[in-house]
């Protein structure tokens, strides 16, 4: 069988229009949106990169689970499904459906987090930071040495960093409530760990009476790495990888607008009784009741089948290989990005590609801008306007890295719209002297690159 050419394991059977527009006219968008990519109107943007949360495209069973969805205020079918299927794949015995991830976050983090606490993991994204930091606790990365490196080529640079972990919960894990660990490692280019990692951070956890949760959005990614990289792994399916990766924690919270091929959605499930009646509360006093969780029963219903769905080995290897693609179309272009592509997205290293630029004038959000400006890609930037320190508006202490992550919404874009990205990468490359950085004009106290507004620098 032929293999050299991406096919999409699927038909199309509904389209949605793209509207074209000039540069002027980006410009004039991008300006009064306070030069921030979040503030712009979807009807400006024509290929829409910023996230691959909540904006994928419903299969046709999807779809009629929706019309079987049950609108019962309290025990609906609609949520047995559910809790019938996230049992099955992740042997949980508690789940709590969520309206999206940073609910799931925010209920756990509420129950198990005090001011003091450290709270270690391979990385932190923004709002699992942002929740772990607004209960006055640390946000700990330990993420392995490869995954430091961005341009190494190493197959599992997602993975926790056993010894800095044994360290930490040998001198100070006292203070530590919980171990979190993401799969795939979105802040570090999507990067996959490894089974043999996991069990490692597992052995590690009952070492010292400590929980392990998995932050779990894109399990079934994760598992088609290790399905792909790991020795001892290519035999079997990526669904038995998923359900061992799950059973190998104590609980996980998982946002189903990624892997659940969910447009809302998310979930928190645990073994503990004690600490599910407690979130339970929460979840109640906040979210809903514990049978909908702040979602429709057809949300659900369409969930329970998109977890069906997306361990399917098809599916998986056309994801992982179309943000190779991608990636493929960068470096031919010049343009460096994290090695080796992760599973959801391509990342620009702005500051490999733009060294004019420092970090306080925001070299990753000036690459995401321009990648807008000039031919209506819409990235999101991933370095000191994300997770940098501010003082009085500036950044006072940059983020390790600068990137500007381009993440594929699953089963939305065809081959023909990535090589469009990739020409519009490469022509903002071959300019890439001509950028100038930003400076913050006004941001808020919580994850400030939703909603700060920015202006160029001459």
Same mark, same amino acid.
């Given at each position: 069988?032929?293999? /050299?050419?991406?096919?999409?394991?699927?038909?199309?059977?509904?389209?949605?229009?793209?509207?074209?527009?000039?540069?002027?006219?980006?410009?004039?968008?991008?300006?009064?949106?306070?030069?921030?990519?979040?503030?712009?109107?979807?009807?400006?943007?024509?290929?829409?990169?910023?996230?691959?949360?909540?904006?994928?495209?419903?299969?046709?069973?999807?779809?009629?689970? *929706?019309?079987?969805?049950?609108?019962?205020?309290?025990?609906?079918?609609?949520?047995?499904?559910?809790?019938?299927?996230?049992?099955?794949?992740?042997?949980?015995?508690?789940?709590?459906?969520?309206?999206?991830?940073?609910?799931?976050?925010?209920?756990?983090?509420?129950?198990?987090?005090?001011?003091?606490?450290?709270?270690?993991?391979?990385?932190?994204?923004?709002?699992?930071?942002?929740?772990?930091?607004?209960?006055?606790?640390? &946000?700990?990365?330990?993420?392995? +040495?490869?995954? /430091?490196?961005?341009?190494?080529?190493?197959?599992?640079?997602?993975?926790?960093?056993?010894?800095?972990?044994?360290?930490?919960? &040998?001198?100070?894990?006292?203070?530590?409530?919980?171990?979190?660990?993401?799969?795939?490692?979105?802040?570090?280019?999507?990067? #996959?760990?490894?089974?043999?990692?996991?069990?490692?951070?597992?052995?590690?956890?009952?070492?010292?009476?400590?929980?392990?949760?998995?932050?779990?959005?894109?399990?079934?990614?994760?598992?088609?790495?290790?399905?792909?990289?790991?020795?001892?792994?290519?035999?079997?399916?990526?669904?038995?990888?998923?359900?061992?990766?799950? /059973?190998?924690?104590?609980?996980?919270?998982?946002?189903?607008?990624?892997?659940?091929?969910?447009?809302?959605?998310?979930?928190?499930?645990?073994?503990?009784?004690?600490?599910?009646?407690?979130?339970?509360?929460?979840?109640?006093?906040?979210? %809903?009741?514990?049978?909908?969780?702040?979602? &429709?029963?057809?949300? *659900?219903?369409?969930?329970?089948?998109?977890?069906?769905?997306?361990?399917?080995?098809?599916?998986?290897?056309?994801?992982? /290989?179309?943000?190779?693609?991608?990636?493929?179309?960068?470096?031919?272009?010049?343009?460096?990005?994290?090695? #080796? #592509?992760?599973?959801?997205?391509?990342?620009?290293?702005?500051?490999?590609?733009?060294?004019?630029? +420092?970090?306080?004038?925001? #070299?990753?959000?000036? *690459?995401? &801008?321009?990648?807008?400006?000039?031919?209506?890609?819409?990235?999101?930037?991933?370095?000191?306007?994300?997770?940098?320190?501010?003082?009085?508006?500036?950044?006072?202490?940059?983020?390790?890295?600068?990137?500007?992550?381009?993440?594929?919404?699953?089963?939305?874009?065809?081959?023909?719209?990535?090589?469009?990205?990739?020409?519009?990468?490469?022509?903002?490359?071959?300019?890439?002297?001509?950028?100038? %950085?930003?400076?913050?004009?006004?941001?808020?106290?919580?994850?400030?690159?939703?909603?700060?507004?920015?202006?160029?620098?001459?």
């Amino acid at each position: 069988m032929i293999t /050299r050419t991406i096919i999409e394991p699927f038909r199309i059977k509904v389209v949605e229009p793209l509207r074209f527009t000039t540069r002027e006219h980006r410009v004039d968008a991008l300006a009064a949106a306070g030069w921030n990519l979040f503030g712009l109107k979807a009807d400006d943007v024509l290929i829409d990169l910023l996230t691959d949360s909540g904006t994928g495209a419903m299969s046709s069973e999807q779809w009629a689970a *929706l019309m079987r969805g049950d609108e019962s205020y309290a025990g609906s079918r609609s949520f047995e499904r559910f809790e019938a299927v996230v049992r099955d794949l992740t042997g949980y015995d508690h789940v709590i459906p969520v309206h999206q991830g940073r609910a799931a976050e925010r209920i756990l983090f509420t129950e198990v987090v005090t001011p003091g606490s450290i709270v270690p993991n391979n990385t932190h994204f923004d709002t699992t930071r942002a929740n772990v930091e607004h209960e006055g606790a640390v &946000a700990l990365d330990l993420l392995c +040495p490869e995954g /430091r490196d961005l341009a190494l080529d190493a197959p599992f640079k997602g993975n926790v960093d056993i010894e800095a972990l044994e360290q930490l919960l &040998a001198q100070r894990g006292e203070r530590v409530p919980l171990v979190l660990v993401t799969l795939t490692n979105n802040s570090g280019g999507g990067q #996959p760990v490894s089974l043999e990692n996991l069990r490692a951070v597992r052995r590690v956890c009952d070492t010292y009476g400590k929980p392990l949760i998995l932050d779990a959005a894109r399990f079934a990614e994760n598992a088609w790495f290790v399905h792909e990289r790991e020795p001892g792994q290519a035999d079997r399916t990526p669904r038995a990888i998923a359900e061992e990766q799950f /059973r190998l924690a104590d609980g996980c919270m998982i946002s189903l607008k990624k892997d659940g091929f969910g447009n809302i959605g998310g979930l928190l499930a645990v073994n503990d009784s004690e600490l599910a009646a407690r979130c339970r509360n929460v979840l109640i006093l906040t979210e %809903g009741f514990p049978t909908y969780g702040g979602l &429709a029963g057809r949300d *659900l219903d369409a969930l329970a089948q998109g977890l069906l769905e997306v361990t399917d080995p098809d599916y998986l290897r056309y994801r992982a /290989r179309s943000a190779a693609y991608l990636a493929e179309k960068a470096w031919a272009a010049g343009v460096p990005t994290v090695m #080796p #592509p992760g599973g959801h997205a391509v990342y620009l290293d702005a500051k490999a590609l733009l060294p004019h630029i +420092p970090p306080h004038e925001l #070299p990753a959000q000036a *690459l995401a &801008a321009e990648l807008y400006l000039e031919g209506g890609v819409r990235g999101v930037e991933i370095g000191t306007l994300m997770f940098g320190r501010a003082v009085a508006g500036q950044a006072d202490t940059p983020a390790p890295n600068e990137l500007v992550r381009l993440a594929l919404p699953r089963r939305v874009y065809t081959q023909s719209h990535v090589d469009y990205v990739g020409e519009v990468i490469a022509h903002v490359g071959a300019n890439a002297d001509r950028l100038r %950085g930003f400076r913050i004009v006004d941001q808020p106290q919580w994850l400030r690159h939703f909603t700060a507004r920015l202006e160029p620098l001459s």
